[in-house]
């Protein structure tokens, strides 16, 4: 029995997603470590408003 993957708000991607993805890309290049993990909240918290919507 296969467990279904429940994390549908991963695979919905707006610009953004794209936004917020390239910003952490941007901050780990600069090994701004602090910043990366700000973006980790704001890209979770982004797509959990995914999961609320429509
Ligand atoms: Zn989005």
């Not at 029995?1 to 997603?17: A, G, L, N, Q, V």
């Amino acid at each position: 029995m296969t467990t279904p993957k429940t994390h549908r708000w991963t695979e919905r991607r707006c610009s953004e997603c794209t936004d917020l993805e390239r910003g952490r890309k941007e901050a780990e290049a600069e090994r701004d470590f602090s910043r990366v993990s700000d973006f980790n909240v704001l890209i979770v918290r982004h797509r959990m408003a995914h999961a609320e919507g429509p």
